[in-house]
């Protein structure tokens, strides 16, 4: 289930999954629209499976953006992987700003300041109080 912001006009901002593995990784998406609307979906093995809601501020998002331009994501390579490898997760982040849209793909052959970031952004966003959320 996929599930759109209210406002026609509110972009994705950044966006944070990890896919699966053969075993019990975690399998979450969470997606962060500019006005701090954001939207959690656990889908496997993960701490909560579901929906979720929660409302990030403007201050979180810049905060997410500074960490991003420290470690020039919008230069980084699109991906980092070993096709030869097949039980390993990903790690996606996607960030947009100012126009700029970047989508990363981490899985294998990662430098170190891009798994910090995603270390860092991963806890920084899962780490809220997310409501359960609703269709209806």
């Not at 929660?54 to 979180?60: K, R």
């Amino acid at each position: 289930v996929i599930v759109e912001p209210t406002s026609p006009k509110d972009s994705l901002a950044v966006a944070f999954e990890k896919t699966p593995c053969f075993g019990r990784c975690p399998v979450f998406k969470i997606k962060v629209y500019e006005s701090g609307f954001a939207v959690y979906e656990g889908l496997n093995f993960a701490e909560k499976m579901g929906l979720y809601s929660y409302h990030f501020s403007q201050n979180d998002l810049e905060k997410i953006y500074k960490m991003a331009e420290e470690i020039d994501y919008f230069n980084l390579e699109s991906e980092y992987n070993d096709p030869r490898v097949s039980d390993l997760p990903s790690t996606v982040s996607k960030i947009s700003l100012n126009e700029k849209t970047h989508r990363v793909v981490a899985r294998m052959g990662t430098p170190q300041s891009l798994k910090d970031f995603h270390e860092n952004l991963g806890i920084m966003l899962n780490e809220r109080e997310w409501k359960p959320y609703s269709l209806r």
